[in-house]
Every structure is written in C-alpha cells, then in structure tokens.
C-alpha cells in the first residue's frame, strides 16, 4: 500500500473520532441551563427507569411552550416519579411540578452567580473536550510512529501527516473554542 494511502487512513480515523469529541461537547453544552427553556436542557438526563439507567428523551414528549417553561409529558404514567426524582437529583437546580398528566419545569432567571458558575461549567466543559482531541491527536501519532518504525511509510511522509495531523487538531480546537464563547455569551446576556 502506498504511503500516502496508510497516512490517509490514520488521519481520517482521527478526523472521524475528533468529529464525533465535538458532536458529544455539543451536547453537552446543550445541556448547560441558560436561562431559557431548551428541550435540550433535560432531553439526556439518565433515568432509573424499571432499573436502567434511560435518556429523557426516550421516555416522554419534551416541549418548551414559552422562554421560561418546559413541559414533559411521560408516555408511562409510572414514569412520573422516577423521571421527577432525577430532575431534582440533578445539577440543573430545577423543581418539577407534576400534576398527573404532565410534569411542569419552571426556569428561573439565573443569578449573577449561578451565570458565573455555568460560565465555569463551560469551561471544563471545553477543556474535557480539548482533553479529549490531544488523545486522539497522540493516539494518531502513535499510530504513524509505528508505521515508521516497521517501515510502511518515509520519514518525510510521517512529518507530512503529523504536520497536517496538527493542523487539523488546530481546527478542531478552535471549533471547540468557537462554540464554548458561543455559549458563555447566551450565559452572560442577561
């Protein structure tokens, strides 16, 4: 196999596996409370439903009628308590209101505070996820070392990829960057 085509293959294994690190630190900074009802908000709470650990989102309908409200309507009239339980057990500070058919989730408006201490919260939130790309960049060099080493690729073909292997962790990170300021701001507006 050619060299350009080994060295291809380590860096899309890496690009795929980078994409997917800023799809999951999407999501979790979709579920970073801002002040705003968001379906997102609660959608991936873990559930203990019938013993399994369950995503919202598999067990009832999430809607968000106005700015400050959510409404969740379980499927399985036995899903109330448990899915109320785990809203109040979490770290979202939220205070379920059930009344039998739906459960109701009233956001506050979020002090100067608690701003500050999301605002913290998106920042490791966006370092775990340049944690996460600096793995995969390592694991990717690792990769192309060994190549080196048994001798499937050039020397001048492995600073090739690692070079483009640290452009492209680059862009990744800005992109992490690029969305934790994003979400520091919808934190901070008031």
Same mark, same amino acid.
């Given at each position: 196999?050619?060299?350009?085509?080994?060295?291809?293959?380590?860096?899309?294994?890496?690009?795929?596996?980078?994409?997917?690190?800023?799809?999951?630190?999407?999501?979790?900074?979709?579920?970073?409370?801002?002040?705003?009802?968001?379906?997102?908000?609660?959608?991936?709470?873990?559930?203990?439903?019938?013993?399994?650990?369950?995503?919202?989102?598999?067990?009832?309908?999430?809607t968000a009628p106005d700015a400050r409200? =959510? *409404?969740? +309507?379980?499927?399985? $009239? !036995?899903?109330?308590?448990?899915?109320?339980?785990?809203?109040?057990?979490? /770290?979202?500070?939220?205070?379920?209101?059930?009344?039998?058919?739906?459960?109701?989730?009233?956001?506050?408006?979020?002090?100067?505070?608690?701003?500050?201490? =999301? *605002?913290? +919260?998106?920042?490791? $939130? !966006?370092?775990?996820?340049?944690?996460?790309?600096?793995?995969?960049?390592? /694991?990717?060099?690792?990769?192309?070392?060994?190549?080196?080493?048994?001798?499937?690729?050039?020397?001048?073909?492995?600073?090739?990829?690692?070079?483009?292997?640290?452009?492209?962790?680059?862009?990744?990170?800005?992109?992490?960057?690029?969305?934790?300021?994003?979400?520091?701001?919808?934190?901070?507006?008031?």
């Amino acid at each position: 196999m050619p060299d350009d085509d080994l060295t291809a293959l380590a860096l899309d294994e890496a690009r795929t596996r980078m994409g997917k690190t800023i799809a999951s630190h999407q999501r979790d900074l979709d579920s970073v409370r801002t002040g705003r009802a968001q379906p997102s908000l609660v959608e991936a709470l873990a559930i203990n439903y019938y013993g399994s650990p369950t995503p919202l989102r598999q067990l009832a309908t999430i809607t968000a009628p106005d700015a400050r409200l =959510l *409404v969740i +309507q379980p499927w399985d $009239k !036995n899903a109330f308590d448990p899915i109320s339980r785990s809203i109040q057990q979490s /770290d979202l500070g939220l205070n379920p209101q059930s009344d039998g058919v739906v459960i109701r989730l009233v956001i506050p408006e979020l002090t100067e505070e608690r701003r500050r201490q =999301l *605002v913290r +919260q998106v920042g490791q $939130k !966006n370092e775990a996820a340049r944690v996460a790309l600096r793995n995969i960049r390592r /694991d990717a060099q690792e990769e192309l070392r060994r190549m080196l080493k048994d001798k499937d690729i050039s020397q001048d073909e492995e600073r090739r990829a690692h070079d483009e292997l640290d452009k492209l962790t680059h862009g990744f990170q800005e992109r992490i960057d690029q969305d934790g300021a994003v979400k520091e701001r919808e934190l901070l507006e008031v």
